[in-house]
């Protein structure tokens, strides 16, 4: 039998930790599918999703920078990935239709409570960048009423325009806006790294005392690009820092419970990643 076939794609994507990860979740539920990285041409990503959907694929992640091209392609989509502006999982239903959704926000929120065992209820949130990784964060950790949740920004308006947007879902929460360099103070329960700096020079210039005794630092990123901001949190005291990778594994393994209705266990594919990527 012809496994299904599944594929990711961005630009660029040579080093997408994707097809590694879809092939453990497979090997480990027994599901009968190949997953291949595919190069995105930015003039015609639109024409060569539909043509791939066309010719067979069952299902397409996508990454950096089509996310939002993915949006606008699709024929519908979640109401999630309408709050985020964002698709980053794709297939097509029985009726032809291409269907979009994004997993990111709820990856990131599964990642922090089941693995690192976090509860965002009643907690102070800083999450630093206003781009499109925190558009998908936003409904999820909202849900999870925290007290407080500030965003801040190089470009305040970018936060700004972030806390109008989803005002309507902070219910209790005081939801503030801010520039990176007028932070309100912490401390703060938790602190998300979501720009695309690192620290240092050309990068990200933090002040003191942001992270609570017991705080958490959490960096989207993973890898090497990680290891400044997670550097200054370990000097900041910080109970617990962490880079991205949890989350890229939880964003994958939603998708594949949305493709396959199973969903696999995310703990031991984390662990052969860590080891096979060589990202400690
Ligand atoms: P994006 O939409 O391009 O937004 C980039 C953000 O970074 C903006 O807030 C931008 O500020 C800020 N920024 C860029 N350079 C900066 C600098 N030198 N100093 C301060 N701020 C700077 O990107 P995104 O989609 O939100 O992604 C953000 C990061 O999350 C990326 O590194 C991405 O790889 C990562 N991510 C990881 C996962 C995962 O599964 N682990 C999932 C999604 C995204 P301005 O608005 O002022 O330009």
Do not use: C
Not at 169 to 194: F, T
Not at 228 to 245: I, K, N
């Amino acid at each position: 039998m012809t496994p299904d076939r599944y594929a990711v794609v961005g630009n660029p994507i040579g080093h997408s930790l994707s097809p590694r990860i879809h092939a453990l979740f497979a090997e480990q539920t027994g599901q009968h599918l190949v997953y291949e990285a595919r190069l995105g041409r930015p003039e015609h990503f639109a024409e060569d999703v539909r043509e791939w959907f066309r010719e067979g694929l069952r299902g397409l992640n996508v990454t950096v920078p089509f996310k939002e091209e993915a949006f606008r392609l699709v024929d519908q989509h979640s109401r999630r990935a309408g709050r985020a502006g964002a698709v980053n999982t794709i297939w097509i239903e029985a009726d032809g239709l291409l269907t979009g959704d994004n997993t990111d926000g709820a990856g990131f929120l599964r990642d922090l409570t089941q693995r690192l065992g976090f509860d965002p209820g009643g907690r102070a949130i800083l999450i630093l960048g206003a781009g499109g990784a925190t558009r998908g964060l936003l409904e999820p950790l909202l849900g999870a009423a925290p007290a407080r949740l500030v965003i801040a920004n190089r470009t305040p308006e970018k936060a700004r325009g972030l806390q109008q947007d989803f005002a309507d879902l902070a219910r209790g929460a005081r939801l503030e806006a801010s520039g990176l360099e007028d932070m309100p103070a912490g401390p703060y329960d938790l602190v998300i790294n979501a720009t695309a700096a690192g620290l240092g020079s050309g990068g990200l210039a933090l002040p003191p005392a942001l992270l609570g005794a017991s705080g958490i630092a959490y960096d989207l990123v993973y890898g090497p690009a990680a290891r400044r901001f997670l550097e200054w949190a370990g000097a900041q005291g910080a109970a617990t820092v962490t880079d991205g990778l949890g989350m890229l594994v939880e964003q994958a393994a939603e998708a594949f419970a949305i493709w396959r209705g199973v969903r696999p266990e995310t703990a031991p594919v984390l662990a052969a990643i860590r080891d096979t990527a060589g990202i400690g």
